[in-house]
């Protein structure tokens, strides 16, 4: 419907063009094709043929104008959507002080006729387009000056309020530890799931590698689980950013634009997204926090359960899944021994801890027939 009446619009944009057209340039006592138009009916009766010629054109041509509108309408459309509501008043701002100063600088060339009137036009445009520009880029110092809108001072309640969206990557969804944190009350706001990577558990669940396929099931079923068990807000983002490419930087962006936080166990993208000034909520680093604090010197028991890479050594772990590295512990494999920790390094994949047997601590003939029962078992 609205197509059929754009179409009708521009028919008719297009026969007063040319009746228009036509009753300026064709006055009386003008000869076309041999015919004098020395009466007024020979005269409206070239215009109205002009006219008509110029309807008939409109006709052919309205399909595609109104199509390429449509078009141009709707990519508009999107962009505003993707834009926030700083940057589109920011745009709208600057745009109208480029015209005004476009307007004045217009106004002192006037007397220069059609030059000035060419000169007028481009300058026009040319300030408009940089107006619009400067004010999208720029939108927080243009409007530091509006209280509502400026980011210089924001309140309190702003503040809290911008901490309170929590954005979920892929990543943290697949390893299913946030369904946890969720349970223990640990967060708190809404958690904001974007389309785009549900679209990209959608894709990675109908993969048809079997490994990929689990994972993405896995990441649906978990967010079903948040959603429907865990008494905690959800939100579902439908806005979009076709411009950029990859997820990670979608996650950023959105970040930006809800002042909110991403939630995530990647290390890259929790590099990234700390460049760009947002915050982030790694998994991993709570993970290590709260482990427990171990110093040298302190005495453990642990189980050696398999060779290190060094000559000698033995690996050990502890229920929360620390490495201890056991110095001399190879002997004591399949073992459970007490040993003595000589060091602790904290890395961003984890927190690894070096010991060494206590002293005195030897490996009997029974732990031996024990040890050696154990590996026949095995066998």
Not at 208 to 237: A, C, F, P, T, W
Request: glycine share 10%; with cysteine; charged share 20%.
């Amino acid at each position: 419907m609205v197509r059929r009446i754009l179409r009708i619009l521009f028919v008719l944009l297009f026969f007063a063009a040319g009746s228009g057209l036509g009753y300026y340039y064709l006055p009386e006592n003008t000869a076309i094709a041999g015919v004098v138009l020395n009466s007024p009916v020979t005269r409206y009766s070239a215009i109205g043929l002009v006219a008509v010629f110029s309807g008939f054109i409109g006709v052919i041509l309205a399909p595609s104008i109104v199509e390429k509108l449509i078009w141009v309408t709707s990519w508009l459309e999107q962009k505003l959507n993707r834009m926030s509501i700083q940057e589109i008043i920011g745009g709208a701002t600057g745009l109208i002080l480029g015209l005004i100063i476009a307007t004045l600088l217009g106004s002192a060339i006037s007397w220069m006729g059609v030059v000035g009137g060419v000169l007028q036009s481009v300058i026009t445009i040319m300030l408009g387009y940089l107006g619009l520009s400067v004010g999208t880029k720029r939108k927080e110092e243009l409007l530091s000056f509006i209280p509502r809108f400026g980011k210089d001072k924001p309140t309190k309640t702003e503040a809290k309020q911008s901490q309170l969206y929590k954005i979920l990557d892929t990543s943290v969804i697949i390893d299913g530890r946030v369904a946890d944190i969720c349970k223990s009350g640990f967060i708190e706001g809404t958690l904001i799931i974007p389309g785009f990577v549900l679209e990209e558990l959608r894709h990675i669940a109908d993969s048809s590698d079997l490994l990929k396929r689990n994972r993405g099931r896995r990441g649906l079923d978990i967010l079903n689980k948040i959603r429907k068990e865990l008494d905690v807000m959800v939100q579902i983002s439908e806005q979009d950013f076709e411009d950029i490419a990859e997820v990670d930087s979608k996650l950023v962006k959105l970040a930006q634009v809800l002042n909110g936080v991403v939630l995530t166990n990647d290390y890259n993208l929790n590099k990234v997204a700390e460049l760009q000034g947002v915050k982030v909520l790694n998994i991993n680093e709570l993970a290590n926090a709260v482990k427990p604090v171990v110093l040298p010197g302190e005495e453990m028991t642990v189980q050696v359960m398999k060779d290190g890479k060094e000559a000698g050594q033995g690996v050990a772990y502890l229920d929360d899944g620390t490495m201890i590295v056991v110095d001399g512990g190879r002997k004591f494999m399949g073992l459970t021994i007490s040993v003595v920790v000589t060091s602790v390094l904290q890395t961003a994949a984890g927190r690894m801890i070096f010991a060494k047997p206590k002293l005195g601590e030897k490996r009997t003939s029974e732990q031996e027939a024990s040890s050696f029962d154990e590996v026949n078992a095995i066998g």
